[in-house]
Structures are given as structure tokens and as C-alpha cells.
């Protein structure tokens, strides 16, 4: 875990929106110039050529970089001219930009026709079930040490626990987990969805908690969570007809209803800027379980 005072992730959504503002927005000259000095070098400083970053943030290390070269960043000013010409490149990649983001909204509609068969198929299969959604995240005051490695770190053994169904994801039937990072403060989160079997898991207040508490474990205490399951909170979503967590009842349609749509916030690809903007080789930013296992009782034999 780095121990610089430096938060790679509000810096990467620091960036983002600046790259953001310059190429779809009105805003003014002096701003961008302040902006560039007060983020640039700390910026240049934490980059790390080994991850990925997504195009608005390549698009301004191709951009400052074709306006101050090799030149060491603690050097560099940010001047008028200096300005000018970071704002004329940069607008260059303005098709780039839309077309990664049009990719990702295009995945995110896949990610979502994918998770709601899921989530029918499960409900289809059982009479009753437990759904259970919890925000993880990290603390406050802890977030700037945490680097995306550690996030995917985290994640890794978060999977692992959920893959054993062991401790409090016993009787497991269904799981699905989406990642992101804020667009304001650049936290890093996941968005995660539990089914249980309701036949062998009630209590889902106690279950989230259990869940959130092996996070905070899983994080060395640096972890933090938001449930959903409060009585309270709950009773706000039942009164506007809209509960979808909790017991869910094959039978009756309209929980039946709310739970998919609370599954599929996961997966709502019309929101703004959420995404990671960096990741490391290989990680994974959204998944779900498989419903067609050999352990799922009753389904026909899965043809070798």
C-alpha cells in the first residue's frame, strides 16, 4: 500500500475532468492554466507507465507532452503559451474520447442484458431468495493510500471468499459485483449484489453486515461500506413501492420486478462518469456467477 500523500485516484479524476471540460465545455482560459499547475506535476510524478488509463487521461500525457517534451515537470510552468497549446492538441482527441466512450456505453448495455438473464434465471430456478446489496469503498481518511493495485488486490480476495461460499456467503447461489470510481472525489468502489438461497439465509440486515465487516478485514481496517438494509432505508423503498432487496418471493411479481431493477443499477450505462479511469492489466471491471453450474440442483446435465 503507497504511503504517499498523493491520491492517485482523485488525481486520475482530477484529470479526467479537465480533459473533459476542455474538449466538451465552455470554460475559461484561466482556469485551464490554474488547473495545469495545480495538477500536472504531481500528476507526471504518480504516472505509471505498467497500468492503463483510459483516453482522456492518455490523451493529456500525448498532449502535455507534445508541448513540454522531456522537460522535468517540477520544471514546467504552465504559462499562456504553454496553455494555448495543450488546449489546441488536446482538442484533437475529441473523437477518441467519444468513441471510448461509446464503446463503454455499448458494454455497459451488454453488462446489463447480461446480469438481468442472470438474475431471472436464478429467480426462475428458486422459490424464494435473499438479495443483498452493499456499496464497498474505503475510509476517508485512509482513501489517498490506497493505490488501484490495492483495489484490485482487494477485489481478488474478495472473489476468492465469494467463489468458497464459506463464512457469511454460505449458501451463495448468485453474485454479481461492478467497479468504479467517483466522479467527484475519484473513490474507488464496488457495487455488489449477493443471492442466497432463502430457504437455508434470512436476517439480511445481519447478512450485509457480515459481509461488510469481512470487507473491512479483507482491507486491513481501511475499508468502509454503505448498506442497504437498514429498517429504516427499507421502509423508505417499501413505502414508494420500490423494495428490492431482502426476501424475494417467486410468486409475487412485483418484488420479483424491484429486485431485478436493483440488480441492474449495477449496470446503468447511462451513468456519467463513474468509470475507472486506470486499471491494471487484466482487472476485471464488472462480472457475475455462472447459473449454469453442475451443482445447481434440478437443471438438465450440462452436454460435454
Not at 476468492?160 to 459485483?177: D, M, R, V
Request: charged share 25%; hydrophobic share 30%.
Amino acid at each position: 500500500m503507497s504511503q504517499s500523500l498523493v491520491n492517485q485516484s482523485q488525481l486520475i479524476a482530477n484529470i479526467d475532468k479537465l480533459v473533459r471540460d476542455v474538449v466538451f465545455h465552455p470554460i475559461r482560459f484561466e482556469d485551464i492554466k490554474d488547473r495545469l499547475n495545480e495538477s500536472y506535476h504531481s500528476f507526471m510524478d504518480s504516472f505509471d507507465p505498467d497500468l492503463f488509463y483510459s483516453q482522456t487521461i492518455d490523451s493529456f500525457v500525448y498532449s502535455t507532452y507534445a508541448v513540454v517534451g522531456d522537460v522535468d515537470p517540477s520544471n514546467v510552468i504552465w504559462d499562456h503559451e504553454k496553455t494555448q497549446q495543450f488546449i489546441k492538441i488536446i482538442s484533437c482527441y475529441e473523437n477518441d474520447i467519444k468513441l471510448e466512450d461509446n464503446a463503454r456505453y455499448h458494454q455497459e448495455c451488454q453488462n446489463k442484458q447480461n446480469l438481468e438473464r442472470y438474475v431471472k434465471n436464478l429467480i426462475n430456478h428458486y422459490s424464494r431468495l435473499v438479495f443483498i446489496r452493499i456499496d464497498l469503498k474505503y475510509l476517508k481518511e485512509s482513501s489517498h493510500l490506497v493505490t488501484i493495485e490495492d483495489f484490485n488486490t482487494h477485489m481478488n480476495k474478495l472473489r476468492e471468499f465469494i467463489g468458497n461460499k464459506k463464512t457469511c456467503f454460505k449458501y451463495l447461489q448468485g453474485n454479481a459485483w461492478a467497479l468504479e470510481q467517483g466522479d467527484e472525489n475519484g473513490g474507488l468502489h464496488c457495487h455488489l449484489l449477493l443471492i442466497y438461497d432463502g430457504s437455508k439465509r434470512q436476517k439480511d440486515y445481519h447478512l450485509a453486515k457480515e459481509v461488510g465487516e469481512k470487507w473491512q478485514s479483507i482491507t486491513g481496517g481501511i475499508g468502509a461500506y454503505y448498506s442497504y438494509h437498514d429498517t429504516e432505508r427499507k421502509q423508505g423503498y417499501e413505502k414508494n413501492g420500490k423494495l428490492g432487496i431482502g426476501m424475494i418471493h417467486r410468486d409475487k411479481p412485483k418484488q420479483v420486478e424491484n429486485a431485478v431493477c436493483t440488480s441492474l443499477y449495477l449496470t446503468k450505462p447511462d451513468k456519467r462518469n463513474q468509470h475507472l479511469k486506470l486499471w491494471v492489466p487484466s482487472m476485471r471491471t464488472f462480472g457475475h456467477g455462472i447459473y449454469r453450474v453442475k451443482k445447481r440442483r434440478s437443471l438438465p446435465p450440462i452436454s460435454k
